[in-house]
T-cell receptor
């Protein structure tokens, strides 16, 4: 199997607080994980690529100081939204890449997502 | 640069019928992977099927098959015998090497009884 969990599934917080989202690969190791953001009725927007033991690579326009990513082990990556504001409200979804060779093409398996609402 | 195009914002199909969701791609890299994901209203992205650029045969996974036409740069998803539970957003995606996935804009499929 290839199961990815994400916690919490839903969070509501006050403006100015920080929120941490965890992404875990449950039955495989993932040297690389990805964090996406999805606005309503839109496609996924890649925010950053998280590599175990090294700094994350952020996409253009994504503030690295606002969206802190830590990939401390081969099964866990965290995204911390610092000093959250209402405009950060969104659906955040992570994925973990499973090395699979020719049959699965290093498929990314996704977590169930986290819906963040900042009041 | 890689690009995925899904030209059907919405598709309707009756239960038990087959449906084809279109996807075209653009890349100059000879080695790439093509993926389809399903996103139900719950939000999670469910991996459906993968096709490698060097694969000779079209990929199949149960009721899902990928109609891979390399010369046309198309990777259409065919769902046979549609079920009510197939109603969801469907995203086509591509990667090259170990690079990030590039997604299309998605197609919303509605299966009616």
């Amino acid at each position: 199997g290839a199961v990815v969990s994400q916690h919490p599934s839903r969070v509501i917080c006050k403006s100015g607080t920080s929120v941490k989202i965890e992404c875990r690969s449950l039955d495989f190791q993932a040297t690389t994980m990805f964090w996406y953001r999805q606005f309503p009725k839109q496609s996924l927007m890649l925010m950053a690529t998280s590599n175990e033991g090294s700094k994350a690579t952020y996409e253009q326009g994504v503030e690295k100081d606002k969206f802190l990513i830590n990939h401390a082990s081969l099964t866990l990556s965290t995204l911390t939204v610092t000093s959250a504001h209402p405009e950060d409200s969104s659906f955040y979804i992570c994925s973990a890449r499973k090395d699979g060779g020719s049959t699965t093409g290093d498929t990314q398996y996704f977590g169930p997502g986290t819906r963040l609402t900042v009041l | 640069a890689q690009k995925i195009t899904q030209t059907q914002p919405g598709m309707f199909v009756q239960e038990k019928e087959a449906v084809t969701l279109d996807c075209t791609y653009d890349t100059s890299d000879p080695s790439y992977g093509l993926f389809w994901y399903k996103q139900p209203s719950s939000g999670e992205m469910i991996f459906l099927i993968y096709q490698g650029s060097y694969d000779q045969q079209n990929a199949t996974e149960g009721r899902y098959s990928l109609n891979f036409q390399k010369a046309r740069k198309s990777a259409n998803l065919v769902i046979s015998a549609s079920q009510l539970g197939d109603s969801a957003m469907y995203f086509c995606a591509m990667n090259t090497g170990f690079q990030k996935l590039v997604f299309g804009t998605g197609t919303r499929l509605l299966v009616s009884p």
